[in-house]
């Protein structure tokens, strides 16, 4: 069979590092779109991290740029495109919610248009999020839950997530959306709550810090590793049929008691060193998040391989590596 290609949208990201891996053990040339900033340098501090910098292929342009994306679907004529290009902080969203709607919702249907135009075979995966149920309908969440987004950030991804359902259900493509619950890895960005702990703890251990500043520590997640979670991914574009699926742990967990496992491995006490800043509360919050990823065990054969301790661990270890 012919080397197939695959084309990853937000590549340079945390999702975009490892499936790139995965995707290259699995024998596919894979190419990356990288949005241009103010120079031609790329932030590739991940795929460095991975040792695979040199074996993808990275081409310039932004999701906000539907010309461009022509022109490299044209170009690269992929079988397989995974849309995981975003402004995916939740809380940035608010202060950014225009762009936040061009680039995680419009930034879909630009990626998606392309397709339509100039390869309508090739298989499409939208990242869509937990997110979009944000003010939780059902105590545990699948593909069947009503949604009720919470911030700019869920909003746009649930326009996203609809508008991947319409091109499959209009124009017959096979277009798949992953309702992935949060995932995290020591490639998470810094801002997101689980990497902000773990670097914080790192910093606490070897003396370069005393505290560690988080807004509502209440908060519930149903945290998995990104490891696991872009095989998912992969499956959802290898089946007969293009559909949605939800990929969770089954396990929720408070911010609270997420921070504990990280102070408790590194042998620190999480009483000394934890500060509750009220700015890093959100305008709306998305109380308590449970995944039910069932049709994903049954149909994609997918579950969950690492656990939150196992992942905490993982994460600070990193973290004090990076530090050293
Ligand atoms: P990251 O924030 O780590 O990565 C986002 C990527 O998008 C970066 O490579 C970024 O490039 C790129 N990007 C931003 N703006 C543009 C643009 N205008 N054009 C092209 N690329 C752009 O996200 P994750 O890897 O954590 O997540 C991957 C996807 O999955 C995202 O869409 C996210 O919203 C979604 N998701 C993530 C979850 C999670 O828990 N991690 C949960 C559910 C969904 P650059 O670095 O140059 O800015
Ligand atoms: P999100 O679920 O995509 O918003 O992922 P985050 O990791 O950004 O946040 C997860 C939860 O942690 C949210 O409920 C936040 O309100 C909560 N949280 C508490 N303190 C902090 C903090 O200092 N930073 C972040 N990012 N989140 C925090």
């Not at 906000?64 to 022509?70: A, E, F, H, K």
């Amino acid at each position: 069979m012919s080397q197939k290609t695959a084309l990853i949208t937000g590549i340079t990201g945390q999702d975009g590092a490892y499936l790139a891996q995965l995707l290259l053990s699995q024998g596919y040339h894979v190419c990356g779109l990288v949005p241009r900033r103010s120079t031609s340098e790329v932030n590739l501090v991940r795929l460095e991290w991975l040792g695979i910098t040199k074996e993808v292929e990275l081409v310039d342009g932004d999701l906000l740029d539907l010309s461009g994306l022509v022109r490299i679907v044209q170009r690269i004529q992929p079988d397989e495109v995974f849309n995981l290009g975003a402004q995916s902080f939740v809380k940035t969203s608010w202060d950014q919610p225009i762009l936040t709607g061009q680039v995680s919702g419009l930034g879909a249907v630009n990626v998606l248009e392309a397709l339509r135009l100039i390869k309508p075979d090739a298989r499409y995966y939208q990242a869509s999020t937990s997110e979009m149920y944000g003010l939780i309908q059902e105590p545990l969440q699948s593909e069947k839950t009503p949604f009720y987004p919470r911030s700019p950030y869920a909003a746009a991804k649930l326009y996203a997530h609809w508008m991947t359902v319409n091109y499959r259900e209009s124009f017959d493509m096979y277009a798949c959306s992953g309702i992935l619950f949060n995932h995290e890895s020591p490639l998470r960005g810094l801002e997101f709550v689980t990497r902000k702990v773990t670097d914080g703890v790192a910093r606490i251990k070897k003396g370069l810090e005393t505290e560690l500043r988080l807004g509502n520590i209440d908060a519930k997640r149903d945290w998995g590793h990104a490891r696991d979670y872009v095989k998912a991914m992969w499956l959802m574009l290898q089946q007969d049929q293009a559909d949605d699926y939800v990929i969770a742990t089954g396990r929720t967990t408070t911010v609270r008691d997420m921070c504990r496992i990280a102070f408790d491995y590194a042998g620190l006490n999480m009483e000394e060193h934890l500060v509750i800043d009220p700015a890093f509360f959100r305008p709306a919050e998305v109380d308590i998040l449970l995944g039910d990823a069932s049709k994903a065990r049954a149909q994609l054969g997918w579950e969950a391989e690492t656990s939150l301790e196992d992942m905490i661990k993982e994460m600070v270890e990193a973290d004090l590596e990076r530090l050293s």
